[in-house]
């Protein structure tokens, strides 16, 4: 047998005369059979393997033109493209038929979204969609998503910066109730501030700078040996406290011919404690005098103590406050007056009879 040939202006070849049963077109291969056929069981256009009509489809197509696959489908070429749909105002789906659960990659047409979802009907447990704009939804409800990768090497990228933080550091930003061990606050640490509507990682020393770091000076001298006469400024036995209690805070004053300088600019509280004895009519005192340009002094506070008929022991105290904006030209100097016949100024080198008490409170304002 040869070729068929069927010449004409419509020339057709028909198979089966309308009756009940399957037609076939057989390939009789040397290894292996191939049929397209008729299954008339099933109404559906039959593609497949060996001879028997429906024993093992490959391609079928059902009358409402429905194509179904039975094995994998293999595109070549240097533009392959598998088209889904028609332009038509209708949905177009890929449905995964599975076991246990369906899902499907979908045009919901009525929303013009590209949605991949869970089932087999588009639209109704969406998971993702795309929309026009190219923008990715994750749908509302209790739905995950999870960059597994995720370890601060890998994983979530913002316009390609890799976000290093973990989940646990972001939530903390959340109000995580968990926390941590407790840690010494170093100048270099960290604080995370809005700066503007701009986020910012700085120091502690800002912080410090801003509120205040607290008492960062705080020094006292005292007399080490009475003064039994006038003198303006007071400039020898002068001490800073040496008993084993003490301790300064920060740099502490320095003095130097009676005029004490400041150690950093701030609001200084100035404290002078007098032991004195005053004899007869005598009014033993202490004056307390400041400066602003290094050169004018002027008495800012007077303790004294009124003398009887003898000799009589008193003390006295100032409190002062001193705003020191420029520690070259704001100083203080301390004077002992009106000191006659036996009275004095007590001094001792081995504890507190008149001593002088500086106190940083907080910035120069």
């Not at 489809?57 to 595109?75: F, H, Q, R």
């Not at 170093?186 to 990682?201: H, P």
């Amino acid at each position: 047998m040869g070729t068929i040939q069927i010449d004409g202006s419509t020339p057709k070849i028909t198979v089966g005369n309308a009756t009940a049963e399957d037609a076939t077109i057989l390939f009789d291969g040397n290894a292996q059979d191939f049929y397209i056929a008729l299954d008339d069981s099933a109404d559906d256009l039959l593609i497949g393997l060996g001879s028997t009509v429906g024993t093992t489809p490959a391609i079928s197509i059902d009358e409402n033109l429905a194509v179904k696959t039975y094995g994998d489908i293999t595109m070549t070429g240097t533009t392959p493209t598998l088209t889904i749909g028609d332009a038509g105002a209708e949905d177009t789906a890929i449905v995964f038929d599975g076991n246990a659960q369906d899902f499907y990659i979908a045009l919901d047409d009525s929303a013009d979204d590209l949605v991949i979802g869970l089932g087999s009907t588009v639209g109704t447990t969406p998971a993702i969609s795309i929309n026009e704009d190219q923008d990715v939804t994750i749908s509302d409800g209790a739905i995950d998503f999870d960059v597994a990768s995720h370890d601060g090497t890998n994983g979530l990228k913002l316009g390609g910066t890799l976000v290093t933080t973990t989940a646990a550091e972001l939530n903390l930003l959340d109000g995580d109730t968990s926390v941590g061990s407790s840690i010494t606050i170093a100048d270099a640490d960290g604080f995370v501030v809005n700066d503007g509507g701009t986020m910012k990682t700085i120091p502690a020393t800002d912080i410090t700078t801003y509120v205040g770091g607290g008492i960062t000076e705080a020094d006292q001298w005292r007399l080490t040996a009475s003064i039994t006469e006038s003198v303006d400024p007071i400039a020898l036995n002068l001490e800073r406290v040496d008993d084993a209690s003490f301790e300064k805070i920060g740099t502490g004053m320095s003095v130097s011919s009676g005029y004490w300088t400041f150690p950093s600019t701030g609001l200084y509280m100035v404290k002078t404690d007098v032991g004195c004895t005053a004899d007869g009519d005598d009014n033993v005192r202490i004056d307390v005098s400041a400066t602003i340009d290094d050169s004018a002094y002027d008495l800012i506070a007077r303790a004294f103590a009124a003398g009887y008929s003898g000799s009589t022991s008193n003390t006295a105290n100032t409190t002062n406050y001193v705003n020191v904006t420029d520690v070259s030209n704001v100083k203080v100097s301390f004077g002992a007056g009106s000191i006659t016949a036996s009275s004095y100024i007590a001094g001792d080198t081995d504890y507190n009879f008149t001593s002088f008490t500086f106190i940083r409170l907080g910035d120069s304002q």
